[in-house]
């Protein structure tokens, strides 16, 4: 990170998830080796149910109204923004090339590309990019992560984005953004084997890291969804009591103590289908440890379910809290205000750490 770094203005970061909108905004304070960031801005707007379904975007209006209500509570003025994608159309893989020109590298990756796509579409449905994580002339190989998102999903985001009056700058991925929001924080140590994981509505954003650097990114189909259908099914509760229950509180006759099993049941089925991600992992990249998990998302605040996936896989797991090293603006953020949004957070700070100009 260069000297001059911190005058590069920051992109406020914005989360477009199916069940909220997050937003955030940081300023960069400080030089050099005593940089650091303030949180000027949080927000989140709730996304009506099925407005977003499998990561795609089904009604477009009412995900712009929800991006241009949490810019306007939170009074944001900046207007360029960096926003993420996720989700089964979005893939992102580590690929080891023997060391080649750039010209050549490019031309590799379209080729190594194709084995990305499911049949019948090709480098012509998806916008594709990659980046040089490690050259090793030891050795000769070059390690280089690919990515590749249909190009309509990508478009469909965008233009809800200028709907709601913003100018989406940057266009990253939710893996990156949990990536780049733990490497601000700082917390690895450089031998562990650490696996960032975000519970969201609908989806569970992984990444492995081994020895500080990520080497595996995987989104997976699971969500917090699965906890308020199932207090639906097992409680005849409306939807929105299944999630008054869900953060813990009473609703149409049902108290959170009465609905616990129904709960542990949902996160012990989450633990498996997690185990089964990070045992697939530990064999293709033979790493035989995992030392700790670090949880975020909103879906990481249902009661129980740290202890149950500490039990289940038997490590340690923590909820990660994305504002540890942030200092806050209480000019323009309630402590408490983000006290409670915490970890639900983490992908919007990670995009509010893009710079203009980033790519
Ligand atoms: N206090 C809480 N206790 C339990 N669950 C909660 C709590 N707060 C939020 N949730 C759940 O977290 C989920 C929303 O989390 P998040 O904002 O990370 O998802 P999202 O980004 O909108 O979804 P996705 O990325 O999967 O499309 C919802 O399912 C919501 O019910
Ligand atoms: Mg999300």
């Given at each position: 990170m260069g000297l001059f770094d911190n005058k590069k203005k920051l992109l406020v970061g914005l989360d477009i998830g199916s069940s909220c909108v997050k937003v955030c905004e940081l300023q960069s304070v400080g030089k050099g080796g005593n940089q650091r960031y303030r949180l000027q801005k949080l927000g989140v707007a709730p996304v009506p149910h099925d407005a977003i379904v499998d990561g795609d975007i089904m009604d477009s209006n009412a995900v712009s109204t929800a991006i241009r209500q949490v810019l306007a509570e939170q009074k944001i003025k900046a207007r360029e923004v960096a926003v993420s994608v996720s989700g089964q159309q979005v893939m992102v893989k580590k690929v080891t090339f023997p060391l080649m020109?750039?010209?050549?590298?490019?031309?590799?990756?379209?080729?190594?590309?194709?084995?990305?796509?499911?049949?019948?579409?090709?480098?012509?449905?998806?916008?594709?990019?990659?980046?040089?994580?490690?050259?090793?002339?030891?050795?000769?190989?070059?390690?280089?992560?690919?990515?590749?998102?249909?190009?309509?999903?990508?478009?469909?985001?965008l233009t809800?984005?200028?709907?709601?009056?913003?100018?989406?700058?940057?266009?990253?991925?939710?893996?990156?953004?949990?990536?780049?929001?733990?490497?601000?924080?700082?917390?690895?140590?450089?031998?562990?084997?650490?696996?960032?994981?975000?519970?969201?509505?609908?989806?569970?954003?992984?990444?492995?890291?081994v020895g500080n650097k990520s080497v595996f990114w995987r989104d997976i189909a699971w969500g917090g969804h699965r906890f308020t259908d199932k207090l639906m099914e097992d409680w005849g509760v409306s939807r929105e009591g299944a999630e008054l229950l869900k953060q813990?509180?009473?609703?149409?006759?049902?108290?959170?103590?009465?609905?616990?099993?129904?709960?542990?049941?949902?996160?012990?089925?989450?633990?498996?289908?997690?185990?089964?991600?990070?045992?697939?992992?530990?064999?293709?990249?033979?790493?035989?440890?995992?030392?700790?998990?670090?949880?975020?998302?909103?879906?990481?605040?249902?009661?129980?379910?740290?202890?149950?996936?500490?039990?289940?896989l038997r490590v340690s797991v923590e909820r990660f809290n994305p504002f540890q090293l942030i200092e806050l603006d209480e000019r323009s953020v309630d402590p408490a205000a983000v006290r409670e949004i915490g970890c639900s957070a983490a992908i919007a700070v990670g995009l509010a750490l893009r710079q203009v100009g980033d790519r």
């Open positions: 020109s750039p010209a050549e590298l490019a031309e590799s990756v379209r080729w190594e590309a194709e084995s990305f796509f499911p049949a019948g579409q090709g480098l012509d449905s998806y916008a594709l990019d990659f980046a040089v994580i490690e050259e090793r002339p030891g050795d000769g190989n070059m390690d280089v992560v690919l990515v590749a998102c249909r190009k309509d999903k990508m478009e469909a985001y809800c984005v200028a709907q709601a009056g913003a100018k989406p700058l940057l266009v990253d991925v939710d893996v990156f953004a949990l990536q780049n929001v733990y490497e601000m924080s700082a917390m690895g140590a450089r031998d562990e084997v650490v696996a960032l994981v975000n519970v969201g509505a609908n989806f569970t954003n992984m990444t492995m890291l813990g509180q009473a609703a149409e006759g049902r108290t959170p103590e009465e609905v616990e099993p129904s709960l542990s049941a949902i996160s012990d089925s989450f633990a498996d289908e997690l185990g089964r991600t990070i045992d697939f992992f530990r064999s293709s990249f033979k790493v035989d440890r995992l030392d700790r998990i670090l949880l975020s998302g909103g879906s990481s605040k249902v009661a129980g379910l740290t202890d149950i996936l500490g039990d289940r």
